[in-house]
């Protein structure tokens, strides 16, 4: 795709954003679908919900139209998209509430507002933890969430070396999934960063994303059997999934 010079609207981002998730993300509807379905399901009818490393807050988006009482807070580290999930999210007036928060930092949470939470949900995110980082982050989440609220993390869970057969499957399928959407127009991961590099108003605070992320190296992929390990630790009472497409899974834990 050819990428406009012109600076796009946040809106015009967002609609970007999600079509250029989707391309990584085979039927990442499907994810969301499925965890909007556990929070109707388990939580009130009027639910708290907590959308963590929320990115540009398409989460958090789904649940305040799903659910007309709901409240949520979305929180990320990331300046350029926390300013567009506070755009986004203004439509839905003091039912949203967008934080910024450093989950590598050790009193990430005290940056949230004082709600009692029935559930927390995340996609796509926590992969940029490590393993002592993402324990750290389940151990405080258990801590903060009351009896029979749940966790759902949705994101590429990959493989490990005893079932290369499935961890080539599921990478000549994302392949496969990546090339389409390209073709019908999708933007890449570095051309959105482009588009947003075009706004304005996102262009200042580009200087301060590098500066709170230059210490963030990627990190190796964590296993499904990791997370639930993880989460079994940091005492949360029942872990399992929800929901699977090959490599890619709905984690489920109950505190």
């Known amino acids: ?44 009818p009027d639910p708290t919900v907590l ?18 009482g709901a409240r949520a807070v979305a929180a990320d580290h990331d300046p350029v998209l926390t300013r567009i ?19 590598v930092s050790a009193d990430w949470a ?5 709600w009692t939470f029935d559930a927390v949900l995340s996609s796509t995110a926590l992969h940029w933890l490590s393993p002592g980082q993402l324990l750290a ?12 609220a749940v966790l759902l993390n949705a994101d590429h869970l990959r493989f490990e070396d005893d079932r290369p057969t499935l961890r080539r499957l599921s990478a000549d399928h994302d392949a496969a999934v990546q090339r389409e959407a390209f073709t019908d127009g999708a933007v890449t991961w570095e051309q959105w960063w482009d588009l947003a590099a075009r706004h304005p108003e996102l262009a200042a605070l580009l200087p301060e994303r590098e500066r709170r992320f230059a210490d963030r190296p990627p990190q190796p992929p964590a296993s499904l059997e990791f997370h639930l390990a993880a989460l079994r ?23």
């Not at 990584?24 to 965890?35: E, H, I």
């Not at 963590?52 to 659910?67: E, H, K, M």
């Not at 999930?85 to 989950?103: C, G, I, Q």
């Open 1 to 44: 795709m050819t990428v406009s010079a012109t600076s796009s609207t946040f809106d015009d981002l967002f609609s970007q954003w999600e079509r250029q998730q989707a391309a990584y993300v085979a039927y990442r509807q499907n994810r969301f679908q499925v965890m909007l379905d556990v929070l109707a399901l388990h939580c009130p």
């Open 51 to 68: 959308d963590l490393a929320c990115g540009p807050g398409p989460i958090a988006d789904l649940v305040l139209r799903r659910f007309p």
């Open 85 to 103: 999930a506070r755009s986004v999210l203004a439509r839905h007036e003091e039912r949203a509430t967008v934080v910024e928060t450093d989950l």
């Open 110 to 114: 005290s940056a949230l507002p004082a």
């Open 137 to 148: 982050v389940y151990t405080e989440l258990a801590r903060l969430l009351p009896p029979g």
């Open 233 to 255: 630790t940091a005492g949360f009472t029942e872990v399992g999934t929800v929901w699977q497409y090959l490599d890619d899974y709905v984690v489920f834990a109950r505190r």
